[in-house]
Structure formats: C-alpha cells, structure tokens
C-alpha cells in the first residue's frame, strides 16, 4: 500500500482550515482517510468563541476514531456521532444555533479485505480508480447544481432544498452521498478538497482522470501548483487561493 498526502494554505501565514488524517491498522487488513474543508467564518465567528482549525482537528479526529474503532457502525452513523461529540465540546460556551457556526465539508472513505465504503457531503471529492484503470468522482454536487441557477448560496446552507455541511446537527451526516464498493474492483483512491480540484470543477481544464493521473505521478505538491499557477492566471472570484488538501491511496 502507498500512501501520500500533503496539504497547502490558501494564503501564507493564515492558519490551514483543512484538515487530512489517514489510519491503517496494525492488521493490515483496511484502513481509513478522512479529509475535511473547513469553511471560512464570518466576522463575528459564527458565535464561536473557537477558530475553525479546532473545529476540524476535533471533528476529523473524532471521525477517524470512530470510523476506525466502530466497523459495525457504518460511516454515516460515524459522521453523525463524531458531530454530536464536537457540538458537545463547545455546547457551553458557543452559539450553535448560528447559520455560520464552524463547519465543514466531509470526506471519508474505508475499506478491508471485502469492501470499500464512502461518504462525502458537500464539495470535497473522492476519486476511485477500479482494476480497468478508470477513475470515477463520487460527488456531491448540491451545491453546483444551485449555482447552475444562480441561487444565492448563503440562505441555502444546511436548509431543505439546499446544501448541506457538518456542523452542529448530526442529522446532516444521513444527506452525504455514501455508499460501498467490492474491494476487489478498487486499486486506488484519492480524496481532495475544492482548493485542489479547481482546474476541474472552476477552471474546467483538466477532468477527474488527468487529475488523479497527475497526483499520482508527481504527487500532491505538483497538483497544487497546477491550480496555483491557473489562479494566478485568471484569479477568481472570492478567494484567489483556497486551502488545498489532497490524500492518495494506492491499494
């Protein structure tokens, strides 16, 4: 098994709100990756008296404990439990009832000798490439679909007809899109967050598979400098430069 990961600031000096863990067990049998994007707060901090890094340290570590000691717990439960623990650290001191209450988008993914099992919420990606060599993106695509219409996001977050991210509900965790694959039929996979995909889903030069055929061939580091120079480009709008996070699993 390979494993390679490496994560990148948006801008230099500014804390990294993503946050990428990897955890395979002594056994040798399976392992597990989570990979969270933060999502930037507002002024006032989403009546969080906490930055979103803890928030993401404490969510993405309490998933991959979960994802790792609970096998028979499936991982949407896992993300449903691992909110409910982080609300629950920060339940007396912070407004969890704030739209922007610390959050992020979530992707999990863990296998062993029979399966490959996947969740994802939001706009963070999975990338699975099966024996046949061909790589499929396991999205969830909520939130392209409504800027296709040119809806205004910020109403629509964590509400019925919109898109969703972890934050304090756990509820959340039954709207990623999860499912399972034969562990036989998978020889790698790669989990990105939007920061490194953005020549794919904003730039529209590369696709999924030049992508992934990209990290894998010069690593994480290469990808990330691929969307740099694109952003120095045709800088767009919002953030210029985005948080980039990227894990690769080769099976």
């Given at each position: 098994?390979?494993?390679?990961?490496?994560?990148?600031?948006?801008?230099?000096?500014?804390?990294?709100?993503?946050?990428?863990?990897?955890?395979?067990?002594?056994?040798?049998?399976?392992?597990?990756?989570?990979?969270?994007?933060?999502?930037?707060?507002?002024?006032?901090?989403?009546?969080?008296?906490?930055?979103?890094?803890?928030?993401?340290?404490?969510?993405?570590?309490?998933?991959?404990?979960?994802?790792?000691?609970?096998?028979?717990?499936?991982?949407?439960?896992?993300?449903?439990?691992?909110?409910?623990?982080?609300?629950?650290?920060?339940?007396?001191?912070?407004?969890?009832?704030?739209?922007?209450?610390?959050?992020?988008?979530?992707?999990?993914?863990?296998?062993?000798?029979?399966?490959?099992?996947?969740?994802?919420?939001?706009?963070?990606?999975?990338?699975?490439?099966?024996?046949?060599?061909?790589?499929?993106?396991?999205?969830?695509?909520?939130?392209?679909?409504?800027?296709?219409?040119?809806?205004?996001?910020?109403?629509?977050?964590?509400?019925?007809?919109?898109?969703?991210?972890?934050?304090?509900?756990?509820?959340?965790?039954?709207?990623?899109?999860?499912?399972?694959?034969?562990?036989?039929?998978?020889?790698?996979?790669?989990?990105?967050?939007?920061?490194?995909?953005?020549?794919?889903?904003?730039?529209?030069?590369?696709?999924?598979?030049?992508?992934?055929?990209?990290?894998?061939?010069?690593?994480?580091?290469?990808?990330?400098?691929r969307v740099r120079a694109l952003e120095t480009e045709q800088p767009p709008a919002g953030k210029q430069h985005d948080d980039a996070?990227?894990?690769?699993?080769?099976?």
């Amino acid at each position: 098994m390979r494993i390679e990961t490496a994560s990148e600031p948006g801008t230099a000096g500014v804390p990294n709100e993503d946050f990428a863990a990897v955890a395979v067990p002594a056994s040798g049998n399976g392992g597990v990756v989570v990979v969270l994007d933060g999502v930037t707060p507002p002024p006032d901090n989403g009546g969080c008296v906490h930055s979103v890094p803890w928030f993401t340290a404490r969510l993405g570590g309490a998933l991959v404990e979960l994802a790792v000691a609970q096998r028979e717990s499936d991982l949407t439960r896992c993300l449903a439990e691992a909110i409910s623990r982080t609300a629950q650290a920060h339940r007396d001191t912070c407004d969890l009832s704030h739209r922007l209450t610390p959050q992020a988008t979530v992707v999990a993914a863990r296998w062993d000798d029979a399966e490959l099992e996947y969740l994802v919420l939001s706009d963070s990606v999975l990338l699975v490439e099966n024996t046949s060599g061909v790589v499929s993106a396991v999205l969830d695509d909520r939130i392209d679909r409504l800027r296709a219409t040119g809806a205004r996001m910020a109403p629509l977050r964590n509400v019925e007809g919109g898109f969703f991210t972890a934050a304090a509900d756990p509820a959340v965790a039954a709207r990623a899109v999860a499912g399972r694959l034969p562990r036989a039929d998978v020889t790698a996979l790669a989990a990105l967050t939007d920061g490194a995909t953005r020549a794919v889903d904003h730039f529209a030069v590369d696709d999924w598979a030049g992508t992934f055929a990209l990290l894998r061939k010069a690593g994480p580091e290469r990808l990330f400098a691929r969307v740099r120079a694109l952003e120095t480009e045709q800088p767009p709008a919002g953030k210029q430069h985005d948080d980039a996070t990227a894990v690769l699993v080769e099976l």
